[in-house]
């Protein structure tokens, strides 16, 4: 028992969850000084989990995103289906993240000068594609639109990664180049 303990601690402190601690310990003595907070930061002060908790929520959000996500293959030739599907399986993953280091780290992890651009394109694909398919209804247009929100995914994810961006464009390059 004492090892599964010394592992989830392990765990704890790898996603962060120990700063967090400090840090909501910091906020209830600026509570009690009457210093004002924004709306995250009174959010994550409202929405505290137990560690166990915070695990069954991401596994959860996790298993459903990806299940939405691979079951938006069944209805691959209907593309307004696909795109709800899709759209909504990787909000759900994105989601997933939060429950392990909070809402507000997850927030200023998107919102890093690093991959704000990607946050951005990201989301605006996930806008664009659900809008083509409630309120627009053309297969082409949210078919368009999910290539973009998969390309976003990609790029997204890949701003997480140290240096991956770099290599993917230079590869891209070097495969499209069109000098002999």
């Not at 069954?56 to 939405?68: D, E, N, P, Q, R």
């Not at 938006?72 to 759209?87: C, D």
């Not at 200023?108 to 394109?121: E, F, G, N």
């Not at 809008?131 to 929100?149: G, M, R, S, W």
Request: charged share 15%; aromatic share 14%; glycine share 4%.
């Amino acid at each position: 028992m004492e090892k599964m303990n010394h592992a989830f601690e392990k765990v704890k402190m790898l996603v962060g969850m120990e700063a967090e601690d400090d840090d909501h310990e910091q906020q209830q003595s600026a509570i009690e000084d009457g210093n004002s907070f924004s709306f995250m930061d009174d959010f994550n002060r409202h929405c505290t989990l137990t560690t166990k908790q915070r695990f069954y929520g991401f596994a959860i959000c996790l298993v459903s995103g990806l299940t939405c996500t691979l079951l938006s293959i069944l209805v691959f030739f209907h593309p307004i289906k696909f795109g709800i599907t899709f759209t909504f399986g990787n909000l759900l993953s994105l989601g997933s993240t939060a429950f392990l280091i909070g809402p507000k780290r997850q927030v200023s992890m998107m919102l890093d000068p690093v991959r704000i651009y990607a946050t951005a394109i990201y989301l605006a694909s996930m806008i664009i594609a659900l809008f083509c398919a409630f309120y627009v209804h053309n297969k082409l247009l949210t078919l368009l639109a999910i290539i973009l929100e998969f390309g976003a995914l990609i790029w997204y994810s890949l701003s997480y990664i140290p240096f991956a961006r770099s290599m993917v464009s230079k590869i891209m390059l070097a495969c499209f180049d069109t000098e002999f």
